[in-house]
């Protein structure tokens, strides 16, 4: 019994956990199928993340939170789009560039605005996204099994850990079942296909860019105002590079991404409970290892012993006309 | 009545910095009919026809369809107008089918699936009217070339072009897909379609066009009507004097065996295999020629030779086998057994374009004891010095060391690869496309120097895709065919045709009859 | 062709850069209700105004050399080792394993020589990792090095924690090194005393870090390893065609730039802290990523890009201290100076073009870049 308790609360940890992962994943996802390296996921949350703490807190409505997490990220997409699209800057810097500028500015405005050393105040109530109970959840717990699993790990959590998740056949449909779709796709592949057939690259991969804004947006709120209350200095923590990991190791594609992001998402949770992985594996296991796993896995993954991740071909390139 | 012309221009004018690359051009092309617009490399016709396609914007002039004034501004509004082009380069996604990459930027809707039924309904009638017979499931990269550039076509079709511009659309073809290709253009005019067809080949222009014009140096300087016209007339309008097709030289005087290959086997990166067994072997005071269409093996060929990737079988260079697995040897190894490598794509395989001239000088060469100062300083100042002394008598203008690869022309940028690798008066000379981009005098001169070579007793092995240019140097040929050496020639036995019928694949003596 | 004078290329481009990003930066300061003009000067007084703020202002430079060499070195083969961090960190704990093994060092140039082998071979052995599976496996060496930062950061706190902490401390530190291991500030140096006249943390190492970058010309400009190195980093298919070895050059570049961000340690982990704690590094791997983009991947142009971040660094801490103004201040400027010098670079070269020529319009000087 103890060890199905403790099994069904990583779980649920690792659905929470999952969540940001699963959000900025998919927003590198439209990026870098269109061309469009983007190592600035973890900018563009930790952004999200301190502007939608900031408003929740000041206005005390989390959907004004959400709001200006999503422009805020915005914003960022849109300069790393200037440089990579207009001006052909290199991709991998203007990303790297504007994950700093996100650390600073963060701490920076939360400090202006709240002065309490570059934190939020804590969010309650409607400054946060609530838990929200499933139906039939009180019906089903007396189930042996699935009861408890239905009621502990699938329900009771925040809005936007269920729209992740629909964020995923919605991400596939439009990857393949729609006209923007296939010209996004394309313009990742081979841009000049798509621009002597007479529809503009730099709009599709502008678009594609702003998506990604919308998204690590998405991911940043979580963070602030459901995963947490409040934002705290770097409190992504590395988690745009995980996601971008989680891209990789899913080869590109929305379901595959979904289940890298809930293996990584597990990992997390499973360094919150080094009891556990103790009494299962019966020997210590120190915390900084459950810590690099994820990491340690990812390098395991891009040295392609566990399957070969082939990216966008037109990838990481500005778009330059040619004969 | 006349019509109006299907295309109009009206003093086109387009520079690129200082380069004027059309200037005040002038172009009437009829409705109905295969107009050739023939022209050297560099001579400005494919930015020409990059401005009607709205990929470049034109300085000054006035584009006329049907003899209406249009702005084509960017492809969109191209398509619009009815102008649908096939690039050298094909614009097609490789990992999309065709019937994706038909539809691509011509979607009815939203919604892919309904354009996607009716592209396929379509895609059946404009196959079965010009014989462009594709299987619309099929993924781009599991087609060959032929059918890809058919894919092409249909695009520009399913956008109802009604004129549709061809870009040097042969040379990537067998001679049997060339002929199948002026066949869907025949089929094309007969229904009233119009077609431009850009090349340098004169065989083709007279084979199929109505109407030529010629374009040398960014200037329309001739537009006739072919069937009053010659290629030899076409030839001396497009480089401005008569030219020498033949090399003078005296005939081959072999020696010792210098190169022997024996079953030959390449494998590309993805396990396909690119050299299907083959053997030859080279005589020092010869050269032989490879002939072939691009992408039949010629260029995994030299690049095994080179050293630059592995292979299985048995390479000799003066008797001594040379390690073909990779693992001990590269191109230093071979530079050392006196094998010197002119490569097909000197942009990016010969030179190192942001390098100065000097450091290009001894690329490939740069652990020579002689470039050193010292055991661990290179004799920079020495090198400069050589690299200027070779460009002089290689007549690289201008002859300044410091000046980056980049900012020489094509054919200066040969000459220096060439100063690097003739001068070092190697045993054996690889040498492939030794004057694709370059202009006209500078390929007379790179010709003699190669004549140079042989007649100092050296062993040369010519890969081009150009008959001619093999034709006029070679002392035997060989040609290609997918990774086979189809059958050998003697140049002063044999003809274009028979060349063209091994280079289809079609073998042996017997079926050339 | 509207290319730019090179004179222009390579000191305005950078400067104009800059000052694109201090523009930004005062505006960033104005939205946060700062007075730019006032933390200039508390910038300038702290940093250069006292002996005591050049004695910072030149410890910060002596690292951030070191790392500015470190990417400037994978830079010239085109390998973007983003991992500079984790190899700065590695090399602390290389210092602090070498330091620790002795009870006590005969004379500090001893222990300084054992100091840095061990730093280097820490430092370059953590980016032989990321290197050989760029080399041999294709995988993606920006991701990988990122990723190696995070693991660096777990072993540090693994071996602070449970090998190196001494019994009884509270803090996850080792213990301090042991006597004869400390390394002359510029206040102990004959001569320079009389200027620096009380402790600063400026040390010997900014003497090696000035021989360093002399030896990085050398080697990228003078040797045929470095002429392999830029060669490769220009085109690896005409690197192949040359016989310059891909497996080899990438090992060589990714360890003497992995050895070169060890070395680091030396500066802060042997000179300054003598003892090794949590995140020694303090992001200096990060800003190696900034000093290079800004010294234009040039050892010349490192020594002055990491001085004006050594100015940025004390300059910073001075607002931190004296002002309202966050010390994060200091990584948003950073982030502005490689957004604009790596990122923007050719919206500077176009607006600079335009002065120069007048009338190129932007799509000409793209156009003309690109195909040149």
Redesign the interface.
Known sequence: MGFYADLLQILDSTLRLSTPLLFACLAGLFSERAGIFDIGLEGKMLIAAMASGAVAALTGTVWMGLGAGILASLCLAAIHGVASITFRGNQLISGVALNFLASGITVLVAQRLFGQGGRTPALSGDARFGEIVLPLTETLRPVPVIGPFYADVISGHALLVYVALLCVPLTWWVLFGTRFGLRLRAVGENPGAVDTAGVSVIRMRYTAVLITGILCGFAGAYMATALQAGFGKEMTAGRGYIALAALIFAKWRPWAALWACLLFGFFQALALRPDVVENVLTVKVPVPALDALPYVLTVLVLAGFVGKAIPPRAGGEAYVKER | MTTNPAIELRGISKA???VQANSDINLRVERGTIHGIIGENGAGK?TLM?IL?G??KADAGEILIGGQPVAIP???A??RAGIG?V???F??????TVL??V?????D?????P?LAKARKLLADLARDYELEVDPDEVIEELSVGHQQRVEIL?ALYRQADILIL?EPTGVLTPAEADHLFRILRGLKEQGKTVVLITHKLREIMEITDAVSVMRRGEMVATVTTAETSPEQLAELMVGRKVLLRVDKTPAVPGRTVLEVENLRVSDADGVERVKGISFSIRAGEILGIAGVAGNGQSQLLEVL???SPATGTVRVNGDAIDLSGRHS??????ARGIA?V?EDRQ????????MAW?NVI??Y??DPAY?KNR???D?AGIVREAQAKMKRFDVRPPIPTLQA??FSGGNQQKIVLARELERAPDLLLVGQPTRGVDIGAIEFIHQRLIELRDAGKAVLLVSVELDEILSLSDRIAVMFDGRIMGERDPAATNERELGLLMAGIAGEGAAA | MTKLPNWADIVLVPLVSLLFAAIISALVLLAIGQDPVAAMNVMVTGALGSPYGWGYTLYYTTSFIFTGLAVTVSFNARLFNIGGEGQAQMGGLGVALVLLSLPVWPHWTVALVAAALGAAAFGAAWAAIPAYLQARRGSHIVITTIMFNYIAAAVIVYMLVDVLRPPRQMEPASARFPEGAALPTLHDIPGLSLIFTREVPANVTLFIALVAAFLVWVLLWRTRLGYQIRAFGQSEPAARYAGIDPFRTIMITMLISGGLAGLMAVNNVMGEAEKLVQNSSEGAGFIGIAVALMGRNHPFGVLVAAFLFGFLYQGGAELGLWTTIPIEMRIVVQGLVILFTGALDVMVRMLLARLFFRKPPPEVAVAARERA
């Not at chain 2, 809707?109 to 699936?113: K, N, P, S």
């Not at chain 2, 990016?348 to 390098?355: E, P, R, V």
């Open positions: 690129f910095g200082p494919s990059s396609y990929f470049y960017d492809s969109q191209a398509i082009m690039f050298q380069h614009k097609l996604v490789q990992n999309f994706e990459n539809v691509l930027g011509a979607e809707g939203a919604l892919l699936r354009s695009k870009d080179g050293g630059i590269n191109g230093q190894t071979r530079r490598h490569p990016h395989l010969g030179l190192i374009m942001d390098f450091e690329f490939g740069h652990n050193q661990l300083i290179m920079n980049k900012s």
